[in-house]
């Protein structure tokens, strides 16, 4: 069982950058996908990115192209999310998920989940 905490979230103007961090623990073995979800008030989870295990291949939705880094600290199970040129569309609560079946774009795809950590971009 994989715990997830993520962390670094905040207030910030637009076009300002933010780097949020997610914590693995729970003695993760290799192989676990990691990735990065938003949701905004009255509006579904949307995928904004994943990290692969092997290769290291990543994946980005569209919302995040061009603007957004997810990278992963292997030997300190972390993963992060380096969120730059902010909107105030980008404002949600932003959350990191795990899993061990492979990449995935859609929350059912992962299985492991942390509390969430709130971003919000004022103009």
């Known amino acids: 069982q994989l715990q997830v905490s993520e962390s670094g979230g905040g207030l910030v103007q637009a076009g300002d950058s933010l780097r949020l961090s997610c914590a693995i623990s729970?003695?993760?073995?290799?192989?676990?996908?990691v990735g990065w979800f938003r949701q905004a008030p009255g509006k579904e989870r949307e995928f904004v990115a994943a990290m692969s295990w092997i290769g290291k291949k990543t994946t980005y939705g569209d919302s995040a192209q061009g603007r957004f880094t997810i990278s992963r600290d292997y030997p300190k199970d972390t993963a992060y999310l380096q969120m730059n040129s902010l909107k105030p569309e980008d404002t949600a609560v932003y959350y990191c998920a795990a899993t061990y079946r492979g990449t995935s774009t859609t929350p059912n795809g992962f299985d492991y989940w942390g509390q969430g950590t709130q971003v919000t971009v004022s103009s």
């Open positions: 729970g003695q993760p073995f290799n192989g676990y996908v």
